[in-house]
């Protein structure tokens, strides 16, 4: 008796739409002679937006057809009764907002892959007679199982093929085109992809470009379909299919893709017609001093490039036998040095010959790895050339291979003397029995996708090896060009010790994770000669590998684990793998700690930059991984039925993983703000409930670096601006360079800025690391110590000290600042000083209060746990011992001539001392939740509702001072503390600015700034700063403030924002705010241009990781993330003049006002004029238009300016502005300049106005005249009479019949 699973209701929705005859049930359904399942067979993450694409097949099992080889056998043999392509949404929160979810529901598109083959038939055409596609139309078996699902739209496009750029045009306009080019969206051919719902699907042999629009006649377009070709051989005989396509499609622009093929190369195949194979070819180069015209577009539409075409071929130096099956792109998510348009490409990137773009094309560089059949990997430069003109591509340029890797170390052959790789033969004893053997029969990725993947976000290259695998496979001894050693020496038989202990050490594997540093393996190839035909590229060993546990599924199975990824709950400097369980029960995350001090604990420098290496490769470090985090899957209540080994994750945003389980896709939340999270979200199967909902994510505290600048502390060497970080157990510091270019025409990009030569400066734990062997080659490292997430560092006011707040232990620990750089300055006094001044535990919140070293925590009092984890203590909430309590303490420094320093005794730079407990306003009910620092204590409180739940939604906040008479007498108890100033709701973050007068409380994602002035506490405005995005996301919360010479920045999850504030010097002039986002990654532009028709500056485009705030750096933003240090440009004219205006550097802001286009003139005057600085915007914006330059002038009464305009331009003002107000009924422009001036007693510039009235000679003009005379003549009879009497002579020769009707106006 056959069983079937419950099919959900959003699957079973989708497949019954399109013509599947399904069942939904919530239990089990018996059947009596078939069992139906739906399984999923393959499954994709967006790299960016919330949507999944999976592949659904309904499978059914008939007890007729048994297996007849074993007679009484009851086996069923599962046949494939339906097959959805399926693409929906996740965790959004409106219905129906996404402009390509035209159906109900999280579904945004189904595809009948029954469809596919009609359509693809149609689509393919003969390409010539010599060289045909096969003649025999496809099915849905020959077509094969489908491997790979690739997004294709444009969203997807920008992470694929633009991250580094981080805009989405192309960069700069030509200066003989009037608009900005896009790389992504140039032109509308149909045939590109980036439009609508585009996905790339590879089959066992074709790749597939699909074009999904479920809502016309036909559901989907096909927009390329690339299959191998059949030629003649042995005198034309017999066909052989030629260069099959052997690997996923990964775009270069929205019209250029790139695969692998069986025959060893990698084909560039155009979408879309281009200059390439234009009749004008001969006349393209990369030189500036091309003179070729503008290419016309119908001649680039011509017969002869009218269809697709590969445009290129490379083949690796492997050759025909070592068949490409996996490209990965691996350009960083950040700027590198030479990833500019305006920069050259270095010799050692881009060979000999320099490749720059100019005014006629525009020159982008892309970095790939191929990987081959055999193990080897090839890391390629492409350099792509557009017409600006036209938007076509002109040349496509693919220089020799830079670097070479091995994936499988030893065991990594050459295939030029391995037998075939193609061959299809079933492999005894795994993944490793068919390439140990000494006569290997197959190559070892011949069947098998290699677990291949970059992060961007670190630009590392991570390769991950099946279980059960070799020594010999992590073994790199042949790449480090090691010297033969002597027979029988002592170096010899210790390297036979050695490879001895690294064979006992790598038994018992779950397989292994390497990774390469690709900011290392770029200085390694610099310092190596260029490869060329006859010059192989430079062999460049792993960093680190990892070993797995054996606990975790097979990795022979690529989609059951993703190495890699950057989850903020782990330090930057570490190695991850998610995997599944070997059970497939539950989601595991295992990684191991990675830095160059593992190894030597008294090793001063830690070469945190690849350019230290000198053209050597370091030892590759060897260590065991750690379980870091388990999340429990769902199963159907049918034990018996397993988990498909399908896992995907989005290396640019980690946080959510999409599972496929026995019921269908689950959305697993792994990560939630900065901590561990395992909710999971059911909603893509359609279930009614929630395995967990997600946790609560409380804002963190601050980022995980900081930096020392000044004060009394003092820099890093040579008080240069420094940082300090902690990394593993360890206090780090290192100095701030200079990161950014000083081309005034560099692209705004974001930057990495490296922690170049850090200096250990701290041991926060002994023994963090333990070397257990080092051979020639390898490091093999221990850690004892469990992977923690860094503390955030929250350095005090007076710069003396820093708080490292570990939030997930609830502890902190404090530093004294100046006994830390004592090691790095190389100071001998104080060397018996420990860093170390005060720590403790049950700490839910920390904050410095005021300028003396002072600060408060909130800690909760010890929590007993029984052996089934409930809380052994009185649930009564509002007794006064089980609240958690706010502390209060002080610092107080040890002098370095101390006597107990002359003793040589080591004792601490500070000692702490209790000021006793303060008493939290409101009573029992008020609970405080989070303490907030500045010149007075902010204390957030919850109300205790009912059911004695604290409720932060009803909260409040207090803010809390000593008293004025315990400041004059110096008393610092608690006890002399006081609420001061009034209450604000409970917030989320608050900052207050350097001199203590502005206040930024964040809400969620709005942010108001108070002006404090006691007792005055006025609210100066509020804004709304990150917002949701265009996909109808939830609002981002903001999670850093920070004010920096008078500008407020704000960021959200993965967001930056400036506020720049109005005019703070007249108390009853209203504050104007306004707010723009500098950095973002949650806004690719829905058209092609990045400059709008105003002066708004265009947010850069980047992949940010909880970013914090930190300083002004080489006129960029420096903010701290997850994964290190990111330079944001402030390169923007409007940017540039909000903070040196703020900052009182006026006569540096005019330069960038007297620079900013004219055409811009009356924005920034606006701008100008909400900061307070209308001055500035009369005296120096001479675009300024005429209508904005008067109203100025009589607005803000600069009388002179306007005199100054009358007089010198008084007859083409007079004509310009005769026309302005009078359809309106009232009085005429001239008639108020004329009242304004006559106001301010200016009767003779009135005058010489009246006089060019009169020489306009219109009726208009002359009325106007004769009214302004009138009023003249009020204050200066004589004169006035005179010059009335002139206007009405010049009326009576222009009228002499008097026909004018000005006897009202006269009299």
Known sequence: MGTSLPLHTSLAAALTAHGSDVEVSSKLQHQTDTGRKTSIAALSIHPSLPRVAYLAEDTASDVSARNKSKPGSTSLQPTVKNSRLVIQKFNCNVENIDSLAPSQGN????????????HINRFRQHKSKTSKISNQPFTLATLGSLKNITFLDRDALFWQTRRKYGIQSNLEASNASDRVLDVNANKCYKEMIGQGLCLGLQFTS???????????????????????????????????????????AVPITNSIIVYGCSDGAMRFHSLVPSMIYSSKSDTLSFSESSSSPPIDESEVKSAKNSRQATIKSVRGPNGRNDPVVKIVNVDPAYNENYNNEQDTVPAHIGGSAATVSNAKALVLSS??????ASGVAFLWQVDISIDRASGTLRDLNVLPPLARLDGLGSLTVSPRKSPSPTSRLTRVGGFWGGITTKEPTVAPYSNITPVVFHDPHRDQVIWTLPYSAPASAIVHQRDFKLSSLAPNSPAAKKEVEDRAFVDKWAMYNGGFVKMWSMPLVDALVKATPGASSHRPPPIIPPYATMKLPLSLMCASKPLSMVP?????????????????????????VVSAPLTSVAAASDEQRVPQSPKAAAGKPPKTIFIESQTCHKIQLPRSSDASMTVPALLSASHLAPDSVAVATDNGVAMVKLVNGNCWDDAIDLSLMGKGDVTKEPSSSAVPAGPIHTVISGGPVGGVGNNRPGVLFVENHSVLASRLGSSRSSSENRQPTVEKVDLADAMVLYQLEKASYTTTRETRTSKLIVSPLPLTSPPRLIPSPSGRYLCLLWEGKHTYDILHAGSLLVRETGDIRGQGVS?????????????????????????????????????????????????PRVELFKLAEVEVGAPEL??????????????????????????????????????????????SLPDTDEGMAYFYSRKSGAIMENDERASNYMTVGTSIPYPDLLAWDDDGLLCAVAYGSRVAIYLSDPPKFTLLGSVNVVGGSRLGEAEQPIISLKFIHGVLYCSGPSSVHVVFLGNLAEEDTICELDTYTIASSRSVP??????????????????????????????????????????LPLSHPLIRIGTLLAANLTEKARKWIFDTPKAYHDFLAHFLIRRGRADLAIRDLNGLSLETYIDLCIRYERTSELENLINTHGGQVVKEISSWGREEGGYSAISAIGLYMLGKDKIDCVTRLVGQLMSCGTDEGLVDAIKLASLIGALDQSGGGALLQNVIDVVHQKHPDNQVPLVSIVK
């Open 107 to 118: 579904v945004i598109a189904t595809l009948k892959m029954t469809d596919l083959p009609q």
């Open 206 to 248: 074709v790749l597939l470009i699909l074009q999904i629009d479920d809502t016309q006649s036909d559901p989907f377009v096909i927009l390329s379909c690339l299959e191998g070709q059949r030629a003649l051989t042995n005198n034309g005989k017999d066909y052989v299919t030629q260069h099959v396509p052997s690997s996923a």
């Open 367 to 372: 970095r790939l790895l191929t990987i081959g």
């Open 564 to 588: 890699g990824l950057a989850c903020a709950p782990l330090p930057a400097s570490s190695l991850s793998c998610l995997c599944l369980s070997k059970d497939a029960t539950e989601l595991i």
């Open 835 to 883: 860093p170390s001044c005060d720590s403790g535990d049950n700490v839910l919140s920390f904050a410095w209060i005021g300028d003396d070293d002072q600060f408060a925590v909130l800690r909760q009092v010890e929590i007993d746990y029984g052996q089934d984890g409930e809380v052994v203590a009185d649930t009564d909430t509002t007794d006064k011992k089980s609240r």
């Open 902 to 947: 002359a003793g040589g005794a080591g004792v601490a730079a500070a000692t702490t001392v209790s000021v006793g407990s303060l008493t939290v306003r409101g009573g029992d009910r008020v609970v405080p939740q989070v303490l907030f620092g500045g010149p007075a204590l902010c204390i957030g409180c919850s109300i205790t509702s009912a059911n």
């Open 1086 to 1127: 829905l058209q092609g241009t990045d400059s709008p028709d105003d002066f708004t500056p265009t947010p850069v485009i980047a992949s940010l990781s909880h970013p914090h705030i930190l300083i002004y750096h080489s006129g960029g933003l420096l903010v701290s993330t997850d994964v290190g240090l990111r330079l």
